[in-house]
């Protein structure tokens, strides 16, 4: 027997099959999916490899092969399927095949299992009568007696609960068990993750959301599921439709993978799941031990398991009867990976529920451009809940024009506007969450005095400021001089904005100092139970203010906030990045949807500089069908995605010359070869050099992704002769940020 087999290791130049000779002791034992020790190389050097074929003839001389060494039994196998998608996502995202198996895979390598030992009662009637008369008649025998007295209240008892709480020895168990009173059996204990604890609610559902889950749980039924986009406004119940969607598919047999865009969510999103389904749902996420991971992968795998939830990476639990797949927040950019293959989570999901013919549910209050354009299409359908659930008020949104308050005096990071609504809230004993909107504080500079950003005059993305005063356009290299003065008002507050988390919590505790104040940020929530622990305190009271970046916007309900004030809004509305707007947007959106989520009234206070930019201005109203109108027009005519597509081709070399010259020559090749497409660079990336190494982007529109997958194959043609450990070119599909 032969086999083909992929190296794990994650370099083109060996993201080829090698064929090997299955020795004798081996035959029966290697199928595809295992995973084979093979010597590698001139030295022979032992690697890791993934089985993808099996002959019984060689393509090669057999005198040429080596043997495989042995099976590396620490492995999980990959399924038939896994293989499949691996080989799609490397042809759509241009990664190594060995990165895409690596990616489907959530799990790498078996964990020793757990096991523990229970101990049953083995006789009945006389003859445990005839146990107990004996066990009667000696004191020696008391510690057989208690245990045959407990066995007759249980089924059976862990033996760790024997030894400890019971008092009664591993010996007399043991002698217990050689003389046929009891018996010994092994069980496997899966470790799962921490599960919230939570006494179920009985939901109340709206005529709207019972309305959605009819038309949804319809097409979920139908041989062709397709994929829906609902559109619930914050607030509108959400997750109670998903809730009861999925248990319709797990009355059907089937099973359900719910993605949450954070870590940040899985506390509240668990509780809620944990409260109605129990041990049948469990969540996977990068901050589980191996232990964990590896159990909820098996769990899936044996069908021990309902229902996962967890980020992106969940998509690729084994589920063998998927009849849904949830996309929470559909929106938001964690789903797009940043390292390769850089593929975006709805995609995945829609190739695997396509295979699976399973549903794909995508919701969001403000869903993404993307997603929505292709419900208004014709692609989605489309799902929509218009109303908060219970009737809770939509909150007052105040807009502070923070020009304003600097021509008042006011130089604080709070309007006045914001500062009387802390107070009142802290006097009446109601919580207040304070956003700093960080997304895109990359370097754009704006005026203080009248609003006025400096802009690329081809690409109307904010120009980044970059050591030495230059301002640079990160899409075509556009550059010029930094001015020193506000080129629309000549004010002299013409800079970038800089406050983070920190600062704010500092001038809070200043301005009220009998505040309880919580931070949430990247430096508070490093260990694994953070996230819990602090939003924990926040719902049960502990603080009356919680600050933080978009990690506290999103999804979070928490009844007593009756105040979100987004201290800088319009941070984020000039990144260099066409989808400013769009996340401006969005993130003010999500951050007025949290106040007043219960029987009390809601304040919202929007600081901007900007308070006549149509993202803010819609985002303010609650309008999406109003922003969604406008932004897509900016997309329309400026070639953007969804209307148009975008490849980024990123090139990385320790080597500034090579860079350039290589994205010079690809430039050059794709102009000669691609006359029909608009091709745009190449320009230095975002950052330019990160540990020594430099980055040059190249970017390619197009109308049909077929067509940039075919630039993306040119593209890997022309540099083959490369050396790749010189010089590394990546490929970014409907790029989510600018790189």
């Known amino acids: 027997m032969f086999v083909k087999v992929i190296i794990d290791i994650s370099h083109e130049a060996v993201d080829r099959p090698f064929e090997y000779i299955v020795p004798p002791s081996l035959e029966g034992k290697v199928s595809e999916g295992s995973r084979v020790i093979v010597p590698f190389g ?3 050097k032992e690697r890791k490899a993934y089985v993808v074929a099996l002959s019984d003839k060689a393509e090669y001389p057999v005198e040429r092969l080596k043997s495989i060494i042995a099976i590396d039994e620490k492995a999980v196998g990959i399924e038939d399927e896994l293989f499949a998608m691996a080989a799609w996502m490397r042809h759509r995202y241009g990664c190594t095949m060995n990165t895409a198996l690596q990616t489907v895979l959530p ?15 083995n006789v009945s009637g006389d003859a445990l009568e005839a146990a107990l008369d004996e066990s009667k008649k000696s004191a020696r025998f008391a510690a057989r007696l208690r245990l045959l007295k407990e066995l007759m209240q249980s089924e059976s008892l862990p033996l760790s609960m024997i030894t400890g709480k019971l008092g009664v020895s591993a010996s007399v168990v043991n002698t217990m068990a050689k003389n046929g009173l ?24 709206s005529d709207e959301q019972q309305a959605a889950i009819k038309s ?15 559109h619930g406004i914050t607030g509108s119940g959400k997750t109670e439709v998903y809730i009861e969607l999925i248990q319709r598919a797990i009355d059907d047999g089937k099973q359900a993978i719910v ?33 964990e991971r590896y159990d909820q992968y098996e769990k899936a795998r044996t069908g021990k398991l309902d229902i996962i939830i967890g980020p992106r990476s969940a998509l690729f639990v084994p589920f063998d009867r998927l009849g849904i797949i949830i996309i929470d927040e559909e929106h938001e950019t964690s789903y797009k990976s940043e390292k390769m293959p850089k593929y975006h989570a709805r995609e995945v999901a829609e190739y695997i529920a396509e295979k699976k013919k399973a549903l794909l549910l995508l919701g969001s209050a403000t869903p993404s451009i993307d997603s929505f354009y292709r419900a208004k299409s014709g692609k989605y359908d489309i799902e929509v809940l218009s109303n908060r659930n219970g009737g809770a008020k939509p909150a007052t949104v105040h807009v502070a024009d923070m020009r304003q308050e600097l021509k008042n005096g006011n ?43 400096q802009k690329c005059p081809h690409c109307d993305v904010s120009l980044s400021e970059h050591a030495g005063g230059k301002l640079v356009c990160h899409y075509c290299g556009f550059s010029m001089d930094k001015p020193t003065l506000c080129p629309e008002c000549g004010s002299k507050f013409f800079a970038g904005f800089r406050a983070g988390t920190e600062k704010i919590e500092q001038e809070i505790k200043k301005l009220m100092p009998g505040a309880r104040v919580l931070r949430m940020d990247a430096d508070t929530t490093k260990n694994k139970d953070d996230y819990e622990k602090i939003l924990s305190a926040f719902s049960a009271g502990e603080a ?38 769009e996340r401006t947007f969005q993130l003010i959106t999500q951050a007025a949807g949290r106040a007043g989520r219960g029987n009390k009234a809601g304040d919202v206070v929007v600081q901007t500089y900007q308070p006549d930019s149509y993202a803010i201005v819609h985002a303010v109203n609650q309008d999406y069908a109003g922003f969604y109108n406008e932004e897509v027009l900016y997309r329309d005519l400026a070639d953007y995605p969804p209307l148009s597509h975008m490849m980024a081709v990123q090139l990385y070399s320790a080597s500034e010359e090579l ?21 745009i660079g190449p320009a230095k990336a975002v950052i330019s050099r990160i540990n020594d190494v430099h980055r040059m982007v190249i970017y390619i529109k197009d109308s049909e992704i077929d067509e940039l997958i075919a630039v993306k194959d040119y593209v890997d043609g022309m540099s083959a002769g490369l050396d790749k450990n010189k010089i590394s070119i990546q490929y970014d599909i409907d790029p989510i940020g600018s790189f």
């Not at 964990?111 to 009662?121: A, G, Q, T």
């Not at 139908?222 to 986009?229: A, E, K, M, V």
């Open 42 to 44: 001139a030295g022979n």
């Open 107 to 121: 799990v790498k390598k078996k964990i020793k299992e757990n096991i523990y030992k229970v101990v049953s009662l």
């Open 182 to 205: 009891v018996r010994i059996d092994s069980q496997r204990e899966y470790r799962n993750p921490k599960a919230p604890s939570m006494a179920r609610k009985d939901i109340v559902l």
């Open 216 to 230: 949804i749980a319809d097409r979920m039924h139908s041989d062709n599921p397709g994929t829906t986009l609902l």
């Open 259 to 291: 993605l949450i865009p954070e870590i940040a969510l899985t506390f509240q999103t668990l509780m809620r799941f944990y409260s109605r389904f129990g041990d049948r749902v469990s969540v996977i996420h990068s901050r589980l031990s191996e232990g």
């Open 411 to 453: 130089k604080s990071y709070f309007s006045k506007k914001l500062k009387d609504l802390l107070r009142m809230r802290l006097l009446k004993g109601e919580q207040t969450m304070l956003f700093i909107n960080r997304r895109g504080l990359a370097g754009f500079v704006s005026c203080r005095d009248c609003g006025f950003v």
């Open 544 to 581: 009356d203010v919680l600050v933080g970046t978009q990690m506290i916007v999103k999804g979070h309900d928490f009844p007593n906030v009756t105040l979100v004030g987004v201290v800088a809004a319009d941070l984020s509305l000039y990144a260099s990045d066409y989808r400013a707007a």
């Open 659 to 679: 860079a350039d010259n290589t994205a010079a020559e690809i430039v050059a090749g794709l102009k000669g070869h691609f006359n029909d497409k608009v091709i």
